[in-house]
């Protein structure tokens, strides 16, 4: 597609709401929780959730693991995503209890599973990562005594699980199932391998279900009690590509879309996409949806208005190696597919102006518009990671995480914590919020 055929898309309607906020939480990552939309009005987001101190950046990191207080919250609309009543929060699963009473509920045997039929409109799915959960506050080597003989920490802690409800997430079945890691898959990709995300799954018209499992491609004929591997959707066996955060969407042809992201290390990392005409046996190389010479003029740091990292940071060292993992353009995408069927990609936008982004593809994912800008005002690139669906009135809501600058409009201090980049201001209050708009 040449630069005169881009195709450029119009927003509107944009409103702003907040879901979840405490500055005494860090509230992030709602693809590790969940969207479900009922199709009345009533809607639910799920994310990660963990007692923080900003004052003094205690905390400010993405290990939910150490300590009670953590788990996954869900919060529920009953006006299309307007308002979000505290009485309406309920966790999916929580660390309030030993890493002996985890192990033990994740290895359960005992066959506690509910008839739960998946097609009913009131039965959700909720797709956890068990590396979230509680851990010894020594080394993680001691779980190793702590799970049974015949089940691995390596399996248990670097596994999904899936938790299944049929009344809306009011309550869950009490025992979880595990998706397998293949066997085939060598340890250093595991974890990639099994990072499933609440990012999409498909329910066929014969009752299978089908779910992205990292760059993988995973089916259950049992409504979602266990999980066959059925095929590889990308991978790079050089090393320098990693795919994770991936979501599969049925399209109106019966072709397969996969969201996912591509971590290239050592540098930048941007969403891409394939597809499968055979149900998912086999897949096309994985395609771009974003460029850079397609950014609108919005999309582009205003200096003076941001502390642009570009600036600051020293991306090499003297031995001209870069000086971290990699330097994040986007993260985590979500796709949707309209009820016209058109593919809608949202995404974290973490090169300044920090915030919200998307594409829109009308051709089934072969071509992409002109990036549009939903918010602009993160004070730091620590966010994103949305979830997202569409209303009866055809707008588009999506949730996702992201820090502000104060009601006087002072960004906090950039300083480095525990790891994070130098972007991620320790100060910041993580907080949940969601955006409804259109698009012409």
């Given at each position: 597609m040449s630069s005169?055929?881009?195709?450029?898309?119009?927003?509107?309607?944009?409103?702003h709401v907040k879901i979840f906020y405490d500055d005494k939480m860090y509230a992030a990552h709602p693809n590790r929780g969940g969207i479900w939309n009922f199709g009345d009005g009533?809607?639910?987001?799920?994310?990660?959730?963990?007692?923080?101190?900003?004052?003094?950046?205690?905390?400010?990191?993405h290990d939910y693991s150490r300590g009670p207080g953590g788990g996954v919250m869900l919060n529920r609309s009953f006006d299309g995503g307007e308002t979000w009543p505290e009485s309406e929060r309920n966790w999916i699963w929580n660390n309030n209890r030993s890493v002996e009473e985890i192990n033990t509920w994740l290895t359960s045997t005992s066959?506690?599973?509910?008839?739960?039929?998946?097609s009913h409109q009131d039965s959700i799915i909720h797709f956890g990562v068990t590396s979230y959960m509680r851990k010894p506050d020594t080394l993680a080597e001691e779980l190793q005594?702590?799970?049974t003989d015949n089940v691995t920490s390596e399996f248990i802690r670097k596994s999904a699980i899936c938790m299944r409800s049929k009344d809306r997430g009011r309550?869950?079945?009490?025992?979880?199932?595990?998706?397998?890691?293949?066997?085939?898959?060598?340890s250093a990709d595991k974890v990639k391998g099994n990072l499933t995300a609440n990012l999409g799954y498909i329910k066929f018209p014969n009752g299978v279900l089908g779910i992205a499992a990292g760059a993988h491609y995973y089916v259950s004929y049992d409504q979602g009690l266990t999980w066959?591997?059925?095929?590889?959707?990308?991978?790079?066996?050089?090393?320098?590509y990693e795919y994770t955060y991936s979501g599969v969407h049925l399209l109106p042809s019966g072709r397969l879309l996969m969201s996912m992201h591509r971590l290239i290390r050592p540098l930048s990392d941007y969403p891409c996409v394939a597809t499968s005409d055979d149900g998912g046996m086999t897949w096309s190389d994985p395609k771009y949806i974003v460029r850079p010479d397609r950014l609108p003029a919005e999309a582009l740091p205003k200096p003076g208005k941001f502390e642009l990292p570009v600036e600051k940071f020293n991306w090499f060292t003297k031995e001209g190696k870069p000086a971290g993992g990699w330097f994040s353009a986007y993260r985590s995408p979500c796709a949707l597919v309209t009820k016209s069927g058109r593919i809608v990609v949202v995404f974290g936008r973490r090169r300044p102006p920090y915030g919200i982004g998307g594409v829109v593809s009308d051709d089934e994912g072969e071509t992409w518009s002109q990036e549009f800008v939903l918010r602009d005002d993160a004070c730091v690139a620590d966010l994103g990671y949305p979830v997202m669906t569409e209303l009866n009135d055809g707008r588009i809501f999506t949730a996702y995480y992201i820090a502000v600058s104060d009601s006087d409009g002072n960004i906090p201090s950039i300083r480095q914590h525990r790891g994070l980049p130098e972007s991620a201001a320790w100060s910041a209050v993580r907080h949940v919020a969601g955006t409804s708009f259109r698009i012409a």
């Amino acid at each position: 597609m040449s630069s005169q055929d881009l195709i450029q898309v119009k927003v509107s309607d944009i409103k702003h709401v907040k879901i979840f906020y405490d500055d005494k939480m860090y509230a992030a990552h709602p693809n590790r929780g969940g969207i479900w939309n009922f199709g009345d009005g009533e809607i639910a987001v799920a994310h990660l959730l963990k007692p923080v101190d900003y004052k003094t950046g205690e905390g400010v990191h993405h290990d939910y693991s150490r300590g009670p207080g953590g788990g996954v919250m869900l919060n529920r609309s009953f006006d299309g995503g307007e308002t979000w009543p505290e009485s309406e929060r309920n966790w999916i699963w929580n660390n309030n209890r030993s890493v002996e009473e985890i192990n033990t509920w994740l290895t359960s045997t005992s066959g506690e599973y509910e008839d739960i039929d998946m097609s009913h409109q009131d039965s959700i799915i909720h797709f956890g990562v068990t590396s979230y959960m509680r851990k010894p506050d020594t080394l993680a080597e001691e779980l190793q005594t702590l799970i049974t003989d015949n089940v691995t920490s390596e399996f248990i802690r670097k596994s999904a699980i899936c938790m299944r409800s049929k009344d809306r997430g009011r309550s869950w079945e009490k025992t979880p199932g595990l998706i397998p890691i293949p066997a085939f898959i060598d340890s250093a990709d595991k974890v990639k391998g099994n990072l499933t995300a609440n990012l999409g799954y498909i329910k066929f018209p014969n009752g299978v279900l089908g779910i992205a499992a990292g760059a993988h491609y995973y089916v259950s004929y049992d409504q979602g009690l266990t999980w066959d591997y059925v095929s590889t959707v990308a991978y790079d066996p050089a090393g320098p590509y990693e795919y994770t955060y991936s979501g599969v969407h049925l399209l109106p042809s019966g072709r397969l879309l996969m969201s996912m992201h591509r971590l290239i290390r050592p540098l930048s990392d941007y969403p891409c996409v394939a597809t499968s005409d055979d149900g998912g046996m086999t897949w096309s190389d994985p395609k771009y949806i974003v460029r850079p010479d397609r950014l609108p003029a919005e999309a582009l740091p205003k200096p003076g208005k941001f502390e642009l990292p570009v600036e600051k940071f020293n991306w090499f060292t003297k031995e001209g190696k870069p000086a971290g993992g990699w330097f994040s353009a986007y993260r985590s995408p979500c796709a949707l597919v309209t009820k016209s069927g058109r593919i809608v990609v949202v995404f974290g936008r973490r090169r300044p102006p920090y915030g919200i982004g998307g594409v829109v593809s009308d051709d089934e994912g072969e071509t992409w518009s002109q990036e549009f800008v939903l918010r602009d005002d993160a004070c730091v690139a620590d966010l994103g990671y949305p979830v997202m669906t569409e209303l009866n009135d055809g707008r588009i809501f999506t949730a996702y995480y992201i820090a502000v600058s104060d009601s006087d409009g002072n960004i906090p201090s950039i300083r480095q914590h525990r790891g994070l980049p130098e972007s991620a201001a320790w100060s910041a209050v993580r907080h949940v919020a969601g955006t409804s708009f259109r698009i012409a």
